[in-house]
């Protein structure tokens, strides 16, 4: 056996530099097993750090370097042990981190004039890194989904922290009901009339392009005239991907509504299963009208609520128009901590207009509706309910057990996932390229490793 690895140790160095002297503008990273990682796929995912909107900083590629390393044991354990992802998932999270990034770049035309290449081909080179990503999530899923911890080993972790013993300042958990206004057909009318002319005026020869830029209200692409970019049957309002697919290269929808508002489209080119289209959209706006009656509707709530014949989590399963609390009896979460759906918010992380609300608000008390302004510039009404309201103090098992069991399954987790890793790294054949050396991230995957044997 002995015999073997040295050989198979030498065929991989060699390869490792051979690999280096007949590509200039190409290089082997670093070598893990049976992989490579190229200094291309690291520029690649340094590029995507950028494209976040973080600054320039060049010792993050050690840290990319690092977390493709670890990466790459995954892959190659789930590989040995059939876990694998589907071809679909892949193509969602591609779609999914394409979007984010034209969104940030402000269209496909900006973003694949930094990328430098067409999003097509972008995508095409991401596919591969990405699967190996979920692939090396899966794997780890699956090494930590049975940990769990006891009670007794929660009091041990909590004993351990001794003087570290964390201190929690303000939290309160806060119950809503969101009321959204709904316009009438008639009141709806005035909006869809709008993009009718503008329709109109496009097939009377007006550029569909520069009408987008003096009308649309789509934030993402106004900038480019309405422009899209591709995309797939996933990636749009399924009304709007039903016309999308439906028209040929320059012919144009009718008018169309999605939840978003109403819609006038040009399919500008097609290519297999994605469609390159622009659009204009124009979004109803509440009337006064529809205000009052959603106040009214919320007023009646609020007094059933006051007269007992309502609970505050009933009305919020019944009539809220916020899918993401209405079955949680309304309760907010932890946007913080989601995966543990906490919801004790800490005071300083509630929205400005909330806390303007529930601070003269007594615990267990319902506030009358009031008008407010989502995020998106919609006005709605709103109720709160302040269920619970804890000062701050130093953390304790009576009061804080969720928090600290939470914390303890994440110490658990990390020293098995640390033994785990330690385990591979000394019986794996590892190699990092010398331009890395200084990276003090990556000395451990270096030292006592097979490649030092």
């Known amino acids: 056996m002995k015999k073997v690895f ?16 007949k590509n200039n503008i190409d290089k082997v990273a670093a070598v893990v097993g049976n992989g490579i990682i190229l200094l ?3 520029n690649q995912q340094y590029t995507q750090y950028l494209y976040q909107g973080n600054q320039p900083n060049p010792s993050i590629k050690c840290m990319i370097l690092q977390q493709t390393l670890t990466q790459k044991l995954l892959k190659q354990q789930a590989e040995i042990d059939s876990v694998m992802v589907e071809d679909g998932q892949v193509d969602d999270e591609v779609n999914r981190r394409m979007r984010s990034m034209m969104q940030r770049a402000g269209g496909q035309e900006r973003l694949e004039s930094f990328l430098n290449k067409s999003l097509l081909q972008y995508k095409d080179e991401m596919r591969p890194s990405i699967k190996d990503e979920l692939q090396a999530q899966k794997m780890q899923s699956k090494i930590t989904e049975n940990i769990n911890v006891t009670p007794l080993e929660v009091e041990k ?5 001794g003087d570290s013993v964390p201190e929690f300042g303000t939290e309160v958990e806060v119950g809503e009901v969101i009321l959204n206004p709904q316009l009438t057909k008639a009141e709806k009318e ?14 009377g020869g007006e550029d569909f392009g520069a009408l987008a830029k003096a009308y649309s209200e789509d ?3 106004v900038g480019d005239g309405g422009d899209l970019g591709f995309f797939d049957r996933n990636m749009m309002a399924k009304e709007f991907t039903s016309w999308a697919f439906k028209l040929k290269a320059g012919e144009m929808s009718p008018v169309f509504e999605t939840e978003f508002g109403f819609h006038i489209l040009q399919v500008i080119e097609r290519r297999g299963e994605q469609v390159h289209a622009r659009h204009i959209l124009i979004m109803p706006k509440s009337t006064q009208s529809s205000l009052d009656r959603v106040k009214l509707h919320a007023d009646s709530i609020y007094n059933n609520i006051m007269a007992k014949k309502l609970t505050f989590a009933a009305a919020a399963n019944l009539y809220s128009d916020n899918k993401e609390t209405k079955y949680n009896g309304g309760m907010m979460l932890n946007a913080d901590n989601v995966q543990a759906r906490t919801t004790f918010i800490p005071l300083e992380k509630v929205d400005p207009s909330i806390f303007l609300v529930i601070d003269t608000m007594k615990v267990g008390s319902i506030s009358k509706p009031n008008l407010f302004t989502a995020a998106d510039g919609k006005q709605g009404y709103r109720l709160l309910y302040l269920k619970s309201k804890i000062p701050p103090h130093k953390a304790n098992l009576g009061q804080d057990f969720p928090k600290i069991r939470d914390a303890a399954q994440t110490d658990k987790i990390n020293r098995i996932l640390s033994e785990w890793f330690e385990k591979r790294r000394e019986s794996t054949y590892i190699k990092i390229d010398d331009e890395f050396e200084t990276c003090p991230e990556l000395k451990i995957w270096t030292k006592n490793t097979t490649q030092t044997k």
């Open 157 to 161: 972790y909590f004993k351990s922290l």
């Open 190 to 203: 005035r909006f869809h009339d709008k993009i009718e002319a503008l329709r109109l005026r496009i097939k």
């Open 6 to 21: 040295l050989v198979v140790t030498a065929l991989v160095s060699l390869f490792f530099n051979s690999y280096a002297q």
């Open 219 to 221: 934030p993402g692409s």
């Open 40 to 42: 291309s796929d690291l």
